[in-house]
């Protein structure tokens, strides 16, 4: 018979049903209406503002090292790529324990606030030196990151959830929690190296100080123009029925019972996170190395070509994680990217000696390394991330995460350049990046499938579990969720 079943209950539960492959997700309806589609899309397009004020840094960087080349040293490039990241940890971190305990809603205003506020600091710096106006830019791109950052936990656990509110979303949960995280963050990518090369144009392509500045403050543009229907949205049903507000929290529990894939998805973000932050930020130096007498236009455009593969990259990847499932499909866009990461260093000096054609090659060939990474990582780290975790504790571990993620891209940043800087010609060292970046991916593939669990077909199935492993350790689980929402059997009075 149907009915329903009260937490108090004793629950029998089908292991196997928990373990279902994605073809035989429940039946059921499988109507979406657009408005449930938009409201995925929307949980999470606001990382788009994250990819691009990340990115544009790689970009102003060549404008500023013409503009100030005494005042950007090195360290000082370095502290101005960093900064945000370094933002971005604190974030997730502060934001992702926010989301839990406040509600996925109440975390957008903090993340829209302090993103606004740095970007539009860092549009206004100045100072009474060159140095000075740049140790503005670093503190307020930080600022930035702190919102920014907020934005990875928050977007994606109210992506995820808003994904699993029906059948039909169900089962089409890779493809839509991509869409609205990895998709928008590369789509943000690419936008700052449409908009860069836009303005850098409209100076007829020479350094000006209004180049940057105008590159800053477009970066507030996004946030702001989707804060009012991000604020009509409410908790998501999961949320509503499992979120844990009360304290004392259960971290001992939560740690001891999901370390293992809480240590698989940190480890595999951080690995990921060191090798495509720095090629992301390198692009334009790559590129330039095989001319050395292109122009700044040029060099930016080049690199710009090489980042926008990533683009059709993670449309692709999100087409397969429904179908291979987000594990499989990351663990393939890293061994491809490896493939190719080899064949470049193989071939680094060929490519670069012999001409316009094999620069155009190299161009395809980094082109296709940078597309694999989103078509593997660069999607399934947020959907593993969050898919490996229930409810109550989704926002916590997607943040810590994160958070571990960032801290790659930060290392990263730092040890690729002196790779490179440690070969006495360019060619080699950028053979050394290419090689050490390829083993990275391999050791990331592993990773992933021996940590990682295999995704859930549904989310509650770990959250009814979840709860019951509380109870099982003499856990209160009486007031979890906002409301009261009673579980659902089915005819043989198992729950669904």
Known sequence: MNGYKTDNHDRKLDAEQYNAPLAELESGSTKRTWSQTLSVLISGVALFS??????????????????????????????????????????????????????????IVGCTFFLVLGVTLATAAHGTTPTGMLWMIVVARGVAGLGAGGEYAVCTTSAVEAANETAGLRRRRGFMVASATNVAIISGFVGSAIVFLIVLAAFHGKPHEAVWRICFGIGIVLPLSIFFFRMQMIDSTLYQKHGIAKKPFPYKLAFKRYWKPLFGCSFAWFLYDTVI????????????????????????????????FALPGCIFGSLLIDRLGPRQTYAFGTIMVAIFGFTIGGAMEPLNTGGTGTFAAFVVLFGLFQSFLSVGPGNCNFIVSSESFPTPIR??????????????????????????????????????????????????????????????????????????????????????????????????????
Not at 73 to 82: C, E, F, I, V, W
Not at 282 to 304: I, K, V
Not at 438 to 466: K, Y
């Open 50 to 107: 994250d990819g691009y004020n990340i990115q544009i840094t790689g970009y102003t960087n060549t404008v500023m090292a013409k503009l100030y080349p005494k005042a950007l040293t090195t360290t000082m490039k370095a502290r101005l790529s960093n900064s945000i990241l370094i933002g971005d940890i604190f974030g997730m971190l502060l934001f992702g324990l926010c989301a839990d305990r406040l509600g996925r809603r109440w975390g």
């Open 277 to 308: 932050y720095p090629f992301n930020l390198l692009a334009p130096t790559l590129a330039a190395g095989f001319d050395s007498n292109a122009t700044l236009l040029q060099s930016n455009g080049w690199g710009a070509l090489i980042n926008s």
């Open 395 to 496: 926002g916590h571990f997607l943040g810590l995460a994160a958070a571990i993620g960032k801290a790659g891209a930060a290392v990263g940043t730092q040890v690729f350049p002196l790779i490179q800087a440690r070969y006495p010609t360019t060619i080699k060292g950028h053979q050394a990046m290419f090689f050490v970046g390829s083993g990275i991916c391999v050791l990331c593939a592993i990773v992933v499938m021996t940590l990682i669990p295999n995704r859930r077909a549904q989310l509650e199935d770990e959250d009814v579990e979840f709860r019951q492993y509380l109870e099982a350790n003499g856990w209160d689980t009486s007031d979890m969720g906002s409301t009261k929402v009673p579980i659902p059997i089915n005819q043989d009075g198992e729950e669904k």
